[in-house]
């Protein structure tokens, strides 16, 4: 749910193809890789023309061969010291990021994700723009799954969906609120309708409404505790909340604390019970 700026390692994604190719001349499958270099960079070039969207990427008659899936598939999973594309994908694993860029959950992602699953798209096993990091949780949720039952692409890709700068969640705290039994994310009502349904998708494939929940209890109780403490100071309760707010801003508009405490403070019958109502004792 957050955007990331594209791969910028001084190597475009085609140029990355040539020297791959020119790299198989004196190997087992240096005709191969001549034969089908134009096919594979046409692939490549469309897949960045749509942003990666698999219903309109279709699928490539050269990847009917399963037989040839390893020839792509090994270039990832075994580069050998020498080639180029070894230190590319080193330093993608080495981004150092301090949450996930598929859910927004704080943490370190210590793994690369293929947005298109690599047995399923071989040839694109190597692009930089099909690589991100990803924590353990999404990418075990997010599976090969592509698209739903209507061809519709069910998640959202962090280098192409530019509308992942704004904010496209809004949550919801239902009552009591000295202890929430239930909460809400829905897509944000300012972006558009198709937006919020891929918003929607994204959020039911990777489970992020339940592992939000568990978030959301711990949050809540300390700003309980936290809103306690400023009202015995007394302290603006509205000014200290829209700090938080700012504060986990500074990490991205879609993080976890900030659609927490935007989602706090955009409830103005919250915001009164926080401000002016007894609060439990935690």
Known sequence: MIRLDRPNLGLSDLELIDRVVAERKGGIHRDYFLRIRDGWRERVARYIEVGGDPDRVGQWAEMADAAVHGRFNNLYLYPSEQSIQKPLLETLRNRELDY???????????????????????????????????????????????????????FLHPYFDDFLDRQILRLEVGVPFNAPVSIALSPH????????????????????QSRYYRYFQKAYIRLLRLVRKMREKDLDVRVQIEQFRDLALEKSINSWGHIFYEGVQHNEQLMEYLSKEDLPTL
């Open 189 to 208: 009502p300012d972006i558009h309708r198709d937006l919020q349904d891929l918003v929607t998708r994204h959020l039911q494939g990777l489970d992020i």
């Open 100 to 154: 996930c860029p598929a859910c927004g959950e704080d943490g370190t992602p210590n793994t690369l994700d293929h947005y298109l699953p690599k047995d399923l798209f071989p040839e694109f096993s190597i692009t930089l723009v099909n690589l991100s990091p990803m924590c353990d949780i999404c990418q075990g949720k997010k599976g090969t799954e592509t698209v739903d039952d209507e061809g519709r692409r069910l």
